[in-house]
Structure formats: C-alpha cells, structure tokens
C-alpha cells in the first residue's frame, strides 16, 4: 500500500491502555504511524520505513517472568528512539542501568523539572504539569545517559543523544500532560526530521486508486447503516468503482424514528450511492418475539442480519451477475493486534457488526479505513465533501433500539421508545449539544409505575436518559446535562409519549456500567 511506504514512527505496543493515543497525537501532526507488537520481527518494523521508533508504557516490571520480551536489537536499528514509561525501563534495563521498585507509587500529576537543555524540551516551559502512572522508577542510568529531567522523587526524563535514544518516564500523549504534544513533535520533528506527508487527500487519492486497481472489473457489496464509517467506507469504494457497488441498507425493525427514510435520502441524495433498502422488520421482529435475555437478543439480530444480508447478495447476483468483494469499515483500533499480558478480557456484550459475513459468503474484503482512527474517518469524510450531519452523528449500535428496550422487544415498546428517543436527540440539538456529546439517547425499562394526570391514575412505563462523553467509547463519563434541557426532555416525554408517565437519569460512568443497557 502507498501509505506503507511513506515514512512512519513505529509505535511499539508493551500492552498499555495509552498506546494507540500516541499514534493518534502523531498522525494529527500529518506524520503517519503505526502501533506494532513489542514482539514485532526487525524486518516488519523496517517494512514500514520508519524514521523513528517508540517504545509505549506497560503494566509489567522489567523483572517479571512474564515481561513482554520485545528483541533488544530495536534499539540498534539506527533510528532515534523515544522511551515512554516502561519504555524508559526497558531501555535502562537492556543497555546495561538498573531499574527499582519506586517506594511511593507515582500515579497522577506530578511536577517535573526540566534541568538540562535537550532537544526534547526546546520550547517548553522549565517545569511541566505531567501524567505519571509507573511503580518501577530508573536508579543507576545505563552508560552514555544523562539526566534531563526530575520530579521530587523520580528520573523523568533522560537522553544519550549520540545514541539517539530519548525517553521519558510521564506519559506526553495523555491530554492531562501540558505540552505532551509538543513534547512529541519535538521528537517527530526535531529528532527524527519526519515531514508532515501523512495528509487526507493523499490517503484519499491513494486509497481510490489502489481500489481501483484491486477489483478491476468486479462487483463490491457493503452493509450500509447511515454510521459514519460504513458511510466513508462506501463513499471511498463508490469513487472507484461507481455503481458497481450496491450498498445493502437493512431495516431490522429496531431503527430509530424515520431512520430508514432518511437515511436512505441522504446515502441516495447527498452521498449518490447506488442503495438497496431491504424492510426486515417482519423477520426480526418475529424472531425477537418472547425474548428477554440480552446476549439472546443481540446474538438472534447478528444472525438474523446475516441472513438477509447473503439472501439479498444471492439476488444482486442473480440480477447484475457475479460479485466478488464486500466493503466493510474496519477501524484501526479494531486491527491492532493488542498485547495481552493480562490473558483474555472476558466477554461483556457480544458486539453485532458485519464481522460474521466474510466467512458466510466467501467474499473477499475490502477494508478502506483499516488504518485510520475515527477522527481520522471524519477528516477524511469531510475532505470527501460529506454533510456534517452525517460524519458529526452519534454511534448507534448494531442491535438497535433492542437493546435500550429491556425485557422483551414488540412493536408497542419499539414505538414508544422511538418517540421519546427522537424528543432526546431533537432537544439536545436545540441546546446546542449534540456534537459534544458521544452518545444521547432514551432507554425504555420494563418498570411501570403510578402517576397522574390530568386528575386521572395513570400506571405507565419509565424511560431513562443516558448521555455521555467518550473518546473511544471503551470508558465514558456521564454529561451533567443542564437542568433545562433535563426538564424539557422530561415534560415533552411525559406529555407527549402516551405510556410513558416517568423520567429517569442515568448518572453512571463506564466503567463501572456500560453505555448501552444491554
Ligand atoms: P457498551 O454498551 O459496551 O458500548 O459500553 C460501547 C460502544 O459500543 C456501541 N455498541 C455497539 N456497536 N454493535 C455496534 O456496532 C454492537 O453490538 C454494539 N453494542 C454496543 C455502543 O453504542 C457504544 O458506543
């Protein structure tokens, strides 16, 4: 691939949480990067052209039995290299200092003080508010090093600049370090002279041309929801192959209120994609009658999907003639191949998306955005001349309003929901907060409870509303929403969603709840 080729900084990846958000401040610097495995083979590394390399934090000690065992050899590519936190240790440890358990845990801000003029630092301040999150702290420096920089306690930062090695012991690609970003490009720029080549249109360009390139004369099929990454995805492929890609659009029955009409306006009108809408509602619905169970819900949708997927390729077939590829928007954060050293998380959700149709149809896929991040795909969309409103949306799941419905799914509930779901986003649009905002939504819960009216008992369901602030959606917190919004959401529900007599907020973070109630 074109991008492959261009120079890169190769983050490698010794299983922190923070990783993926270095590669992320670097491509914002138009530098293009990827995160490989600590374990990841010399010639692999090389093969992405790097000018530098980066070596992340981890939650393991350099002793532990277990400690990833990344081949010291990276360090004698001949390329400059940044340490991050464990990457710090792992350089002291591997060139011959000593690393030790800190006898005070540094976890939060701290104070550095920056002692020695280094290439790192120029232009930032002489003391630096930073993130620190390490037990182990470098002791005796590994020969040729320096010291750079302190907090009260601890080595933050040291240099053995013949060498080109660097590192630093807070964490600058976190937005709680001040300066963190000018830290990196000091690195990236400064240190390792990378240009700033990494920039949409050549990604667009090339990616349109290698497209074209790959399916020739052959047909491509996408599941498409209106979300932003099918959407940019389908777009992309669109631009190289025209109407040889037909865009499935499924109605599962669980979409929000005219979603399926308006979606399918805009993919049509504004995107010219060529759509086929399939209502399915009937099936999904029939399929979902006298369920409860969450995974049972999420897992007969995925099914059910795929179903009607393959049967409408079968028909494409029949009537255009053979097809060969399916699109699918694969992010990066997807691909990333993580680096367990805790063993496998356990299963919270089992997520519906496309993932289970390769396998079924044998297709080959096309994945355009494998390698972009999402606020990379909504560059990249506006640069393809896509409407704000849609690569500003919020996400929706896969399994739809089914799993904000809790307890059983049937077209009463459904139609409730989809009403005091449309007072939320539309009220929330009003104050102005939707684009802040990662996901806003209603939640209809099986609880029915006494209210009055208009001097009348009423006995009716509850909805919860949900909002939250995300970056990746993996944690989130709850927005404290304006009173104001709260009590207009809150009196046009109870006034205008007969069977509804109750407004409920959720006020959790995720951890420990999820963001979905299912
Ligand atoms: P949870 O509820 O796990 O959700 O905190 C995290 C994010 O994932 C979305 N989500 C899904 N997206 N298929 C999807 O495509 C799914 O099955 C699914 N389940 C949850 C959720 O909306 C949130 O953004």
């Given amino acids: 691939m074109e991008h492959i080729a261009l120079p890169s900084i190769v983050v490698l990846d010794f299983g922190s949480q923070y990783t993926q958000l270095i590669a992320r401040r670097i491509r914002e610097q138009n530098v293009f990067s990827v995160v490989l495995p600590c374990t990841a083979k010399l010639d692999e590394i090389r093969g992405y052209n790097p000018v530098g390399i980066i070596l992340s934090g981890g939650p393991c000690s350099v002793y532990d039995v277990d400690a990833p065992p990344a081949d010291p050899e990276v360090l004698k590519l001949g390329l400059p290299v940044l340490g991050i ?11 011959g200092g000593t690393v030790h358990a800190a006898s005070k845990r540094e976890y939060g801000h701290a104070e550095v003080t ?6 790192l630092f120029v232009g930032l301040p002489e003391t630096l508010s930073v993130w620190m999150s390490h037990g182990d702290e470098a002791d005796t420096l590994a020969p040729g090093f320096r010291l750079v920089a302190r907090t009260t306690s601890a080595v933050a930062a040291i240099e053995n600049v013949a060498a080109g090695y660097y590192a630093v012991q807070f964490h600058p690609e976190v937005h709680h370090t001040k300066f963190g970003t000018s830290l990196l490009k000091n690195f990236v720029f400064g240190i390792c002279k990378a240009q700033p080549s ?7 360009d090339s990616t349109i041309a290698q497209i074209r390139e790959t399916v020739g004369e052959g047909r491509a099929l996408c599941a498409i929801s209106g979300g932003v990454d099918s959407s940019v995805a389908a777009t992309l ?8 890609l037909t865009c499935v659009f499924v109605n599962n029955g669980v979409l929000r209120k005219d979603e399926y009409a308006k979606v399918q306006h805009n993919l049509r009108t504004k995107l010219k994609l060529n759509i086929d809408a399939v209502d399915a509602t009937d099936r999904f619905l029939s399929k979902l009658a006298g369920v409860s169970d969450p995974e049972r819900k ?8 795929i179903e009607v997927f393959d049967e409408e390729s079968q028909r494409i077939k029949r009537e255009y003639g053979e097809v060969q590829w399916l699109v699918q928007g694969t992010l990066y954060p997807d691909v990333i191949e993580s680096v367990s050293v805790r063993g496998p998380s356990v299963t919270i959700k089992s997520h519906h998306n496309v993932g289970g149709l390769p396998a079924k149809m044998k297709l080959k896929l096309i994945e355009p955005l494998r390698d972009l991040f999402k606020d990379e795909v909504r560059r990249i969309g506006r640069d393809l001349q896509m409407p704000d409103e ?25 139609a409730l929901l989809q009403e005091a779901d449309d ?3 539309t009220e929330i649009k009003r104050a102005g907060l939707y684009d802040q905002i990662w996901q806003s939504f209603a939640v209809l819960l099986p609880v029915m409870s006494v209210g009055v009216m208009g001097d009348q008992r009423t006995y009716a369901y509850t909805c919860a509303i949900r909002a939250v602030t995300s970056e990746d959606g993996m944690t989130a917190d709850w927005v404290p929403l304006p009173h104001e919004v709260l009590k207009a959401i809150s009196s046009r529900i109870v006034n205008e969603v007969p069977g509804i007599n109750r407004v409920v907020y959720d006020i959790t973070s995720k951890p420990p709840g999820t963001i979905e109630w299912e």
Wanted: net charge positive; aromatic share 8%.
């Fill in 85 to 95: 936190c464990y990457g710090l240790q792992f350089m002291t440890h591997t060139l």
């Fill in 390 to 414: 849609m690569l500003q949306r919020q996400p929706f799941p896969g399994p739809g309003l089914a799993v904000r419905i809790l307890g059983e799914v049937t077209p009463e509930r459904i």
């Fill in 198 to 204: 990494w920039t949409p249109q050549r990604f667009i």
């Fill in 423 to 425: 007072i939320v986003l």
């Fill in 114 to 119: 920056v002692l020695e003029s280094s290439a």
């Fill in 298 to 305: 999420r897992k007969i949708i995925g099914n059910e999907f």
């Fill in 237 to 244: 492929v669109h631009r190289a192959i025209g109407d040889r």
